[in-house]
Structure formats: C-alpha cells, structure tokens
C-alpha cells in the first residue's frame, strides 16, 4: 500500500458516515430508490473487492459486481456493478444507505427508519 490520497469534492456531496471521507457528488446521483441502497454514477475514494458474478442485472443484462469500501476506514459502503455486454457496456454504483452521510446531514443523528422497498 503507497500513501494514501484522497480525493477533495467541491458543493454537495456524499460521504462516508464512519470517516465522512466524500465518497460522490450530489451530481452523480442517478436514483434514490426506495429501500437500502442508492445509484451513482460516479464515486471517489473507494477501492473494490474480489470480481464476482452476480444473479442483479445492470440495464436487463447480466453484469459482475464488486464490493466497494471506503479508502479511508475501509468500511464496506456498497457495490460496483459492471456490464461489458456488447449492447449495454457500463457500470454503476451503489451506496448503502446506512453507510453514508447525505450532504450537510450530521454525522451524529441517527440515521432515518428504513423505507420499505
Ligand atoms: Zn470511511
């Protein structure tokens, strides 16, 4: 392991709720469906996992995932999903709710009741 570098954002963001390192951009965001997890497009300071097949799908195809932590305290706090399908080629992300902190909420309340899916 070389030195640790993280990554600054600027405006809103989302960020780590054990290190409140930034993990993504309120821009980033691509869905906040309802129940544990939310979909970005981009994250910053998360390294990933073991490559693994999975049973989800990303856009109706087949696609890998990996699990994604934080650099910082390296707590799990979500997935990368990936596709290399020749019709639908991509990757998303996936946050868990209960891991992150969303702009400007305090670290310290406690998180809101689980919505149900
Ligand atoms: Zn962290």
């Not at 780590?16 to 469906?33: E, F, G, N, Y």
């Not at 209960?98 to 149900?116: A, V």
Request: glycine share 6%; with cysteine; hydrophobic share 35%.
């Amino acid at each position: 392991m070389g030195r640790l570098f993280l990554i600054d954002l600027e405006g809103d963001y989302y960020s780590c709720k054990h290190c409140q390192t930034p993990l993504a951009l309120a821009q980033h965001l691509i869905s906040r469906p309802p129940g544990f997890h939310w979909i970005f497009s981009e994250v910053v300071n998360v390294s990933f996992g073991e490559r693994e097949e999975d049973l989800m799908v990303l856009e109706g195809l087949p696609s890998t995932r990996m699990d994604a932590f934080c650099v910082k305290c390296e707590s799990k706090v979500g997935w990368k999903f990936e596709s290399d399908h020749v019709e639908a080629p991509g990757y998303r992300f996936n946050l868990e709710r209960s891991k992150i902190l969303e702009p400007g909420e305090d670290p310290n309340m406690p998180p809101p009741p689980p919505q149900d899916a």
